[in-house]
């Protein structure tokens, strides 16, 4: 399967989950994944993770962004945080979740390969 890289541009929380369960199903199947989570989205990622869906996920027997977010990185899906996204925030590496990775959008683009796909949310 050919690689995927996600960018998450957009800061609400139903958004994140959406790509996480996206970038999941592309390592599943055996996929290079990786999420560039930029912007106001970087503020999702500040443990511990959650959102205004987590209730009703959790009531629907489905796991919440925290949990998502930790099942990502045990599929070994790249969590990135852009920088300037930190920025805007207020925020440290050491205030995000664990396994998340700091890096540019420039960096981002370089590591694709000819082959990979992109998407955004």
Known sequence: MRGLSLIVAGG???RLYAALET???AAALGGRVRM???GEAVALLRAPAGFAGDAARRAAGQPDLAQMIEEAAAMEVG???CQSGLALAGLTAGDLVPGTRM???VGFLAAMDDEERLVAY
Do not use: N
Request: hydrophobic letters at 65%; glycine letters at 20%; aromatic letters at 6%.
């Open 36 to 38: 560039f989570v930029q």
């Open 23 to 25: 970038a999941m199903a």
């Open 79 to 81: 969590i990135i945080a």
């Open 12 to 14: 609400d929380g139903a």
């Open 103 to 105: 890096g540019g959008l």
